[in-house]
C-alpha cells in the first residue's frame, strides 16, 4: 500500500518560515520524481517545486531563492524549505510521486503517481 504522508504545516507570520515533509512508505523511493504542489482556496493546484531521482531541481516563479527542495532517499523522505513566507503562500501542500513508465534497474514498471493527503500551510500575522 503506498502512502505519502506530509508533514510540518501550520500558523506563520510573514517573513516566517516552515520545513515540510513528505515521508513515502510502499514506493520504491529513489526511482521516483518528488514534487511539491499547492492549491489555494478557489484557486487550481499549482507545481511548487520538483526533485528528479538524480537531484535536479525546479521551482515555480513565486518561490524562487525563498524555497528549497531535498530528498533524502535512505529515509525515502522529501522536505521543502520554506523561507520568507508571504501571505500568497497560504495554501494546503501535497506531496507527488511520480514514475514514468520505463526501465529501472533492469525491470520494467508502468507509469505511477501518488498524492499525499496534504498539510495546510497559513501565513498570516
Known amino acids: 500500500q503506498v502512502q505519502l504522508v506530509e508533514s510540518g504545516g501550520g500558523l506563520v507570520q510573514p517573513g516566517g518560515s516552515l520545513r515540510l515533509s513528505c515521508a513515502a512508505s510502499g514506493i520504491i523511493f529513489n526511482f521516483n520524481a518528488m514534487a511539491w504542489y499547492r492549491q489555494a482556496p478557489g484557486k487550481e493546484r499549482e507545481l511548487v517545486a520538483r526533485?528528479?531521482?538524480?537531484?535536479?531541481?525546479n521551482y515555480a516563479d513565486s518561490v524562487k531563492g525563498r524555497f528549497t527542495i531535498a530528498r533524502d532517499n535512505a529515509k525515502n523522505t522529501m522536505y521543502l524549505q520554506m523561507n520568507s513566507l508571504k501571505p500568497e503562500d497560504t495554501a494546503v501542500y501535497y506531496c507527488n510521486a511520480d514514475l514514468p513508465s520505463g526501465y529501472y534497474s533492469g525491470s520494467y514498471y508502468t507509469s505511477s503517481s501518488y498524492w499525499g493527503q496534504g498539510t495546510q500551510v497559513t501565513v498570516s500575522s
Open positions: 526533485i528528479t531521482r538524480g537531484g535536479g531541481t
